[in-house]
Each structure stands twice: as C-alpha cells, then as structure tokens.
C-alpha cells in the first residue's frame, strides 16, 4: 500500500476554472503538509494541518484553499486558476514519531493554460 | 529566516564515480533530511540526519550539526542515481521543511 498517495498525477486545465487535488495517508500521523514545486524546482511549504486543524499558511494567495476532513485526507482546493499556478504539488506527512520527519506524495503536475 | 544552501548546484558524473554533496544551513537542526527526485519527479527520502553519520548501502550521510553543515556520499555511482538531491531543514517551531535548491546530478554510462 502507498503510504502517501495524490490524484489526480497530472491536471491540465484552463485559467480561470476551479480545481481540487486529493491527498490521502495511511500511516496514522496528525501532520500533514502541502508544498509547491515552481519551475525551477524550487519545494516551497505552502500550508501544515495538524488533526484537521490549520497550522501554517505561508502567504499563500486566498485562491488556495485547504480542507482537512478527517486525520487522513488532506485537499488543496484552488479557485479561479492562473498561469503562474502551474507546478508541481505535493502531500507530504510527518511522522509524529520521528520528530519532524516527513514522507511526500508522488506529486501532481496542474498545469493551465 | 532559515538559509540552507548546497553545492555544487550541477555534477555530472562517469558511471563509477564517487561524489560528495554539500548541505550548509543557518540555524539549529531538529530535523535534516535528504531527498532524491528521480526523473520521474518522485522525491524519495534518502535520510533523516540530524546529527552523526548513516549509510545506507552505496550511500551515506554525516551531519555535523554544530558546525551547520551535512554531507552526502555517493559512491559508485549508477545511472540510476541520476536526477536532483536535495537537502531540506525542519523548522523547530512549525516542523516545515526548508528546502535547498538542490543539487542536479547526472550520471553517464
């Protein structure tokens, strides 16, 4: 079993629509992570929830919205999509064991046109 | 805010080569970890080091936390080793991770 997994891989889609991306573990940690891969591949932190509660929002546009239903799910809702949304995502966990630890997802690639 | 820094920045190996990978970093560590991305953009945890020396296989990691630097070693390198290895600090307060930009290695048969 994939202990992190992402859908969709890939996303293609127009400016101006509205998307969603699905993280889900399976591990049984609290913490869970979004971070965007620019271009460049630059990994950038995004947004931390902890038990479904928002711990970290880098400045990052209000287009973005994260939802945590449950301890095991983790989406990054994106509204009204623009050019320079295109990169990769990624879902990453940490291991509540291990202080800090983390294990990410298999990434999505949103690319808009 | 936190700095982490590596070098070189691009390293292009003859398969069989050994190679050393820098990480240095501006704060104190509770967690480093080091990352390989595949070609495929997968990113694999290699090691979680925030202190002392590991190895795992043809690989090894030090960290030297005192001294705010880490270290992967690479040795005999295959093809398959290709791709971008990152270093990534944890935040103490937050536990994000702070990325490097990365080192771009390519390996050739």
């Known amino acids: 079993d994939t202990a992190v997994s992402q859908t969709p891989k890939y996303l293609v889609t127009q400016m101006g629509n509205d998307k969603s991306i699905k993280c889900e573990q399976n591990l049984g940690h609290d913490t869970m992570y979004w971070y965007k891969q620019d271009s460049k591949k630059f990994l950038k932190i995004m947004f931390s929830y902890n038990n479904k509660e928002l711990i970290i929002n880098e400045t990052v546009p209000n287009r973005f919205s994260p939802k945590s239903p449950d301890k095991a799910h983790l989406n990054l809702h994106i509204n009204s999509l623009e050019l320079g949304d295109s990169a990769v995502y990624f879902c990453?966990?940490?291991?509540?064991?291990?202080?800090?630890?983390?294990?990410f997802g298999p990434g999505t690639r949103l690319t808009v046109t | 805010g936190i700095q982490v820094e590596q070098s070189p920045p691009d390293l292009i190996l003859q398969e069989g080569a050994n190679s050393t990978l820098r990480c240095n970093f501006s704060?104190?560590?509770?967690?480093l970890q080091w990352f390989h991305q595949n070609p495929w953009g997968q990113l694999i945890n290699l090691f979680y080091?925030?202190?002392g020396t590991k190895q795992n296989g043809r690989l090894s990691a030090t960290t030297v936390a005192t001294e705010r630097y880490s270290l992967l070693y690479i040795s005999s390198s295959q093809t398959t080793d290709s791709g971008v290895y990152f270093c990534?600090?944890?935040?103490?307060?937050?536990?994000?991770?702070?990325f490097g930009q990365g080192t771009t290695l390519q390996v050739k048969p």
């Open positions: 080091i925030p202190s």
């Open positions: 990453a966990v940490q291991n509540r064991f291990r202080d800090y630890e983390q294990y």
């Open positions: 990534a600090l944890g935040s103490s307060n937050t536990g994000k991770l702070i």
């Open positions: 704060d104190s560590v509770n967690n």
